[in-house]
């Protein structure tokens, strides 16, 4: 059974940093894309980061560029947002997502976790 748990999110100070954590089981990590979308209340989920399979090819929305890194760890199955100057738009609950040899920004993702909550004051 394939499973993604994303953590790592929490209340953080308008400028502050976080660092989210998408660990998958039961899948074979090295073949998998994965994106990391984010939902705010009222709104569409949207993309935010993706990372290729081979770890070779990062994407980012326009609005993080700069600010968030996608990477991942092969030996951990882990898939990892670092967040750095937060501001309260970033507040949302994220999400990663996995798909076999393939990454990008649509959300054709064949894989799905449940979200970690992003909380941004000012």
């Known amino acids: 059974q394939v499973q993604l748990a994303e953590s790592g999110g929490g209340l953080v100070q308008a400028g502050g940093s976080l660092r989210l954590a998408c660990v998958s089981t039961?899948?074979?990590?090295?073949?998998?894309?994965f994106g990391w979308f984010r939902q705010a209340p009222g709104k569409e989920r949207e993309f935010v980061a993706a990372?290729?399979?081979?770890?070779?090819?990062?994407s980012y929305a326009d609005s993080e560029e700069g600010r968030f890194s996608i990477s991942r760890d092969n030996a951990r199955n882990t898939v990892y947002l670092q967040m750095n100057s937060l501001k309260p738009e970033d507040t949302a609950v994220y999400y990663c997502g996995a798909r076999q040899f393939g990454a990008s920004r649509d959300q054709l993702y064949t894989y799905w976790g449940q979200g970690t909550q992003v909380t941004v004051s000012s």
């Open positions: 039961g899948l074979g990590f090295n073949t998998y894309g």
């Open positions: 990372i290729s399979w081979t770890g070779l090819s990062t």
